[in-house]
Nanobody, 125 residues
Framework: QVQLVESGGGLVQAGDSLRLSCVAS????????MGWFRQAPGKEREFVAA????????YYADSVKGRFTISKDNAKNTVYLQMNSLKPEDTAVYYC??????????????????WGQGTQVTVSS
């Protein structure tokens, strides 16, 4: 069964940077898409970024474009989310998720079949 394990969260100050990691296991992910989502207390889970495993195509939410960068290391079966210029409103539990490549939609929680447990990111003022 597919397993996704996030790490790298923590407590930082506004303007600082963090890099989150998601290690995937259980199958070959060559034909999959990896997405990052986040959920703040009292808010719905929202899309952050996504990347195709086998190509360089990336997708970003407008709220993080220019500040966050998604990347991957196929040899390590790991996807990263580099977060720069963090703001207090970025505070949330960050989740990685994966799905097979089909449909062309990458920003909805409902199209992802596998989820990690999440890692907490807290940004103080």
């Amino acid at each position: 069964q597919v397993q996704l394990v996030e790490s790298g969260g923590g407590l930082v100050q506004a303007g600082d940077s963090l890099r989150l990691s998601c290690v995937a296991s259980g199958r070959s992910f060559g034909n999959y898409v990896m997405g990052w989502f986040r959920q703040a207390p009292g808010k719905e889970r929202e899309f952050v970024a996504a990347i195709k495993w086998s190509v360089s195509t990336t997708y970003y939410a407008d709220s993080v474009k220019g500040r966050f960068t998604i990347s991957k290391d196929n040899a390590k079966n790991t996807v990263y989310l580099q977060m720069n210029s963090l703001k207090p409103e970025d505070t949330a539990v960050y989740y990685c998720a994966t799905r097979p490549v089909f449909g062309g939609i990458y920003n909805l929680t409902s199209v992802y079949g596998y989820w990690g447990q999440g890692t907490q990111v807290t940004v103080s003022s």
